[in-house]
């Protein structure tokens, strides 16, 4: 083979029969399938390729480094899950860059733009709302793993990769739990009504207590500690206030605890209480709460390794899914004096 010039990427790439990313990623260290490895390597000696230092030191930095967008980095519940995404980036020899969208899509937008600018080498996202575009991402080669919750509604056509967990199944087992200590009028407030974390949740009570044979009644508000005080307060004051409630994440959980105590009630007397996700805090209050645990920690580090799948083009070439279970901790808040 004649060059005419400097020999480049995208001759070693055509040599080989690969494309310039695995090219990239075999130049760089990266682990990549033994016989396209050899394959580039030979295209390298036989063209006699030498990459010039300063343009792949650019290549390098934009390689080492993932977007984590989230919605509330002072949730515990994803402050546990990034440092799970954290520690497996770390290990692989990438760092994280953090974005919040406060479940806003726009700025979610805005950190997905950013991501395609900075030629990001994947993104793991926590969808704002039901639907978040990553086609651009996609297109430009950058691979999406979504966290707690899907792209949209119907996961099979999804663009990315997803882990969650089971959260249906988890408040249907909080709600028939209630039942079981003797409460017999439960409420949910399940989280924003647009995501479907919050729909899972809402569907699982229902399920619970329409098998119970009872009315369901579900609250929307946001992941956050005054809208769970907001929906807490006007169910309290409503003609027929619920004795119990299956709270949708844990600041949900604090702004309804303070509901319940400025109305003169005690948890476990008055009123059952089970919350989602185990916050430092929970077992701390008296009485100490019940909840429905995520393994927030396990969830990132799964997210981070099927990004990294993705990277190294070692995953299955459909999307994948991955569900973990909850787990149901048993505390005084649910059960009735």
Known sequence: MINSGPVRLVDVAQAA??????VSRVLNGHHVDATLSARVRQAVADLDYRPNAIARNLRRRDTQVWAVVITDVTNPFFTSLVRGI????????YSVLLGNSDESATKQEHYLRVAEA?????VV????ESQASVSRLSAVGIPVVTVDRPLGADQEHSLADSIMTDSVSGAAEATTHLLNHG????ACIAGPSRT???QDRARGYQQAVEAAGLPARVAWSEFTTPGGHDATRQLLQSDNPPDALVLGNSSIALGALAAISSGGLVVGRDIGV??????????LVTPPLTVVSQP?????ADAARLLLDRIQHTAPDDPVRIQRTTTLIERGSCRRE
């Open 17 to 22: 029969q690969v494309s310039v990313a695995t």
């Open 86 to 93: 954290e520690d497996v980036a770390q290990e692989s020899g």
């Open 118 to 122: 900075e030629r990001v080498a994947g």
């Open 125 to 128: 996202l926590t969808p704002a």
């Open 183 to 186: 409460w017999s009028r439960p």
């Open 196 to 198: 479907i974390t919050a």
């Open 274 to 283: 089970i919350g989602f996700d185990d916050a430092p805090w929970a077992p």
């Open 296 to 300: 927030a920690y396990e969830l990132g």
